[in-house]
C-alpha cells in the first residue's frame, strides 16, 4: 500500500513538471520574433514572347559609282562620307571632247538631209516623166485604132476596086508606123518606171542614212550626258578614290565612290529552325517587330521583320531573317553588331520576380504572405523567364504577395515582418 501510494505521488508530480515544460515552450514560440523580408505582388500584365539573337547591320542597298565613259575628271562636287539625294551630281568629266562629236554628228544629219531632198526631187521628176510616157502612149494608142480603122475601111474598097492601091498603102504603111510608136511608147514607159523606182529606192536611202545619222547623235548626246555623273539614288557616301584631274576609263573595275542607302536599314539575323513554325504562323496575323540595340545605346530602335529566307542553313540549321528600319537617328551602322529582339506575340500571364522562385526537392515553389503576416510555401509552375521576372503558369494569381528576400530564415507558419527595403 506505501509503494502503491509513493508511485501515485511520483506521477502527480511529473505530470506537473511536464505542463510547466509544455507552458515554457509555448511562451517562447510566442515570443520568437518575425523575419524581415521584402515582398512583391504577383501580377498579371502583357508579357512578349520574343526571340533574342545577336544581328549584323546591312546598308539596303550599295552601288559602286563608275564613269560610262573616259576622260579626265574636271570637278568632285561631294566629300567623303556626305549625305547625297538621287539625282545630285557627283563628278563632271570634261565634256568638250563629246561636244565635239555632238555637233558633228548634227553635221552629218543636216548634209545628209540636203541629199535627201535632192533624192525626192529626182524622184518627183522621175515620177512626171512617168506621168508624161503615159500620155504619149495614150495618145498614139488613139491613133493606132483610128489607123486600124482606115485601113480595115480601105481594104474593103481595094477589094472591090473601088480605090486605088497605093491609096491602100499608104494606110497600110501608117498602121504599121503608129503600131511601132505604141511599142516604143510603152518601153519609154517601163523604162520611166524604173527610173522612178530607182529614185524611190534613193530616197529610201538617203532616209535610212538621216536615221543612222540620228542615232549617232544620240549616243554622242547619251555620252555627253555622261560626262556629269548624278547620285543613283539618296545615301552616304564612301572613300573618294580618286581626285579632280585624273583620267578615268570607261566602266573601270574600281569604282570612284561606293553609295551605301541607309535610310532604311537592315538588320540581318538568324534564329534556330524550331522557331521558323512560330515565326510564319504569328507573321500570317500581321507585321513582327523587330528590335535592335547597338553596343552602348541605352534603348532599343524599333523595326519590322521583312525577310524570311526560303531555306534553312543545313550546316547550322538556322535560318536567316532580316529587319528593316528607318535609321532617322543614324543608330544603326553598316557592318555593326547589334543585339536582336525578335517579339512574335503578345500573351497575358502572371509573373513575379525571378528571386522569388525557390528551388525544392518536389520542384520549385515561392513563399506566399497571407493576411496574418505568415507564410505559406505553395508550388508553382514556371513558365518563361524574362529580363528580370519570370512566368507563373501554374500556382499563383494575380495579387498574391510572395517572399522575394529573406527566404532562407522562413519556415511554413513563420510570421514575417515586410521591409521597404532590403535589410543590411
Given amino acids: ?52 539573337v545577336i544581328g549584323n547591320v546591312q546598308a539596303l542597298t550599295v552601288v559602286g559609282v563608275k564613269s560610262q565613259v573616259s576622260g579626265q575628271v574636271m570637278n568632285v562636287h561631294f566629300t567623303e562620307g556626305q549625305d547625297v539625294t538621287a539625282g545630285q551630281l557627283l563628278f563632271t568629266i570634261d565634256p568638250r571632247p563629246f561636244e565635239a562629236i555632238v555637233a558633228q554628228a548634227q553635221a552629218n544629219v543636216g548634209r545628209d538631209t ?11 521628176q522621175r515620177r512626171a516623166e512617168v506621168q508624161q510616157m503615159m ?24 477589094d472591090k476596086e473601088l480605090v486605088a492601091r497605093e491609096q491602100y498603102d499608104q494606110f497600110r504603111t501608117n498602121l504599121s508606123a503608129l503600131e511601132a510608136t505604141v511599142q516604143a511608147d510603152r518601153a519609154a514607159v517601163e523604162n520611166a518606171r524604173a527610173a522612178a523606182d530607182a529614185a524611190q529606192a534613193g530616197v529610201e536611202n538617203a532616209r535610212a542614212v538621216i536615221r543612222a545619222d540620228e542615232a549617232i547623235v544620240e549616243t554622242a548626246k547619251l555620252n555627253l550626258g555622261y560626262t556629269s555623273m548624278r547620285s543613283p539614288m539618296a545615301g552616304r557616301t564612301g572613300n573618294l578614290m580618286l581626285q579632280a584631274g585624273n583620267v578615268v576609263k570607261a566602266n573601270d573595275d574600281n569604282p570612284m565612290v561606293v553609295i551605301a542607302q541607309i535610310h532604311p536599314i537592315y538588320v540581318s539575323f538568324t534564329v534556330p529552325q524550331q522557331h521558323l513554325s512560330a515565326i ?14 547597338p553596343p552602348g545605346a541605352s534603348k532599343p530602335t524599333i523595326g519590322r521583320l521583312t525577310f524570311v ?13 532580316k529587319g528593316t528600319f528607318d535609321n532617322a537617328d543614324n543608330m544603326l551602322w553598316p557592318g555593326q553588331y547589334v543585339e536582336v529582339v525578335l517579339t512574335l506575340t503578345t500573351e497575358s500571364a502572371v509573373v513575379v520576380p525571378s528571386q522569388a ?4 526537392q518536389q520542384g520549385p515553389y515561392v513563399f506566399v504572405v497571407k493576411p496574418d503576416s505568415t507564410v505559406q510555401p505553395r508550388p508553382v509552375e514556371l513558365g518563361r523567364r524574362l529580363a528580370a521576372d519570370t512566368i507563373i ?32
Avoid at 495614150?138 to 485601113?151: C, I, M, T, Y
Avoid at 496575323?285 to 535592335?292: D, F, I, T
Fill in 114 to 124: 540636203a541629199q535627201l531632198r535632192q533624192a525626192e526631187a529626182a524622184h518627183a
Fill in 393 to 424: 503558369t501554374k500556382g499563383l494569381t494575380a495579387g498574391d504577395r510572395v517572399v522575394t528576400d529573406g527566404q532562407l530564415r522562413l519556415v511554413p507558419g513563420s510570421r514575417v515582418e515586410i521591409k521597404t527595403q532590403k535589410a543590411s
Fill in 135 to 158: 500620155a504619149n502612149l495614150e495618145r498614139d494608142q488613139a491613133q493606132l485604132e483610128n489607123a486600124r480603122v482606115q485601113e480595115k475601111r480601105y481594104k474593103t474598097l481595094v
Fill in 280 to 293: 510564319k504562323q504569328y507573321m500570317a496575323a500581321g507585321p513582327l517587330s523587330v528590335r535592335a540595340t
Fill in 309 to 321: 529566307n526560303n531555306t534553312v542553313d543545313p550546316t547550322t540549321g538556322t535560318i536567316q531573317l
Fill in 357 to 360: 522562385v525557390q528551388p525544392g
Fill in 1 to 52: 500500500m506505501r509503494r502503491a501510494g509513493a508511485l501515485l505521488v511520483v506521477i502527480a508530480v511529473l505530470a506537473v513538471c511536464a505542463g510547466c515544460s509544455d507552458r515554457a515552450s509555448g511562451t517562447q514560440r510566442a515570443a520568437a520574433p518575425a523575419v524581415p523580408v521584402l515582398v512583391a505582388d504577383a501580377v498579371r500584365r502583357d508579357v512578349p514572347l520574343d526571340v533574342g
